[in-house]
């Protein structure tokens, strides 16, 4: 059976999504974002995603590699293809130089302000679709749409529960999407190489002791997804504010005290581990669609 369009579309769309992924952690504050080219015939000449800040965005990268066969083709990416210049020239531009005739997005950029790439492509007479697999794309981009929704990073607490129920900072727990690293003295972080390689960790002692102060100063730094490996008194100020949006809790034994987990948080998911339990909570307040997403990941 001859597969529709549509269906090609939605495949490349997914395929887009998940090489997407890839970029998580290392593209702050770019979003990570992921596209493939089809040529005329339906068929894949071209895949990629964007790597990190600096470097071509997705569409630029795919289209080098797609070459001559990306004429007459359909770009499928999962963020509206930007229209600004910055480090590299605007990808609606090298989209109509490259000769695509349809451009199919998941997500608009919300900061492109009714006159984005979409808009642009569109009336340079190319076909532009919008909103194809958009929750699914949200699953990769939602935290950095919220981190600019709220002009702060989205914060996850990664601690470890002690047989007595206290907490300490666990880095081995957080998500490999964290952009940045942020530890107290006494946490596991500086003996995590695996997680600290990828990272740049900071000292809580480095940063202001307000933390509204702290998360904007990191989001001005360039921070869209915070891991904060603390033990619970350091984290406390974070809980009070308000500003800790996703828990992730270790749990090697049998605890004896959970009531040491902080209120106002709702289990979203609890995972069995080969060395316990992981708990994954969310903020019971959390009204906006990533949060939904984030404890789906
Ligand atoms: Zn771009």
Redesign the pocket.
């Known amino acids: 059976m001859r597969i529709t369009t549509a269906e090609v579309e939605r495949r490349a769309m997914r395929q887009a999504i998940a090489l997407s992924a890839w970029g998580r952690g290392t593209t702050s504050p770019n979003p990570p974002v992921g596209c493939v080219v089809l040529d005329s015939d339906g068929r894949l000449v071209g895949q990629g995603w964007h790597r990190r800040k600096g470097e071509p965005?997705?569409?630029?990268h795919v289209l080098a590699q797609a070459g001559y066969a990306a004429r007459g083709g359909t770009a499928v990416v999962t963020l509206e293809?930007?229209c600004h210049h910055g480090r590299?020239p605007?990808?609606h531009r090298a989209l109509i130089e490259a000769g695509i005739v349809r451009v199919v997005i998941a997500v608009l950029d919300p900061t492109s302000r009714g006159r984005g790439?979409s808009a642009l492509l569109h009336e340079a007479g190319i076909d532009v679709v919008e909103g194809l697999l958009v929750e699914e794309a949200h699953l990769v981009l939602g935290p950095w749409l919220a981190a600019l929704e709220r002009q702060r990073p989205v914060l996850t607490w990664g601690c470890f529960l002690t047989r007595e129920g206290s907490l300490t900072g666990d880095a081995t727990v957080l998500p490999g999407e964290i952009d940045t690293l942020v530890h107290d003295d006494t946490s596991t972080a500086s003996a995590t190489p695996a997680v600290t390689e990828r990272l740049a960790p900071r000292s809580l002692s480095t940063l202001p002791n307000d933390p509204h102060q702290a998360l904007a100063g990191l989001h001005h730094e360039g921070a869209r997804v915070v891991g904060l490996a603390a033990g619970g008194v350091t984290a406390q100020s974070y809980l009070d504010a308000g500003l800790i949006d996703h828990i992730e809790a270790h749990s090697p034994h049998e605890v004896a005290n959970l009531p040491n987990l902080p209120d106002g948080y709702r289990l979203a998911r609890i995972s069995r581990l080969n060395d316990g339990l992981r708990l994954s909570l969310i903020r019971n307040n959390a009204n906006t669609t990533w949060s939904s997403l984030l404890s789906h990941r």
């Open positions: 965005h997705a569409e630029a293809p930007c590299t605007p990808c790439g």
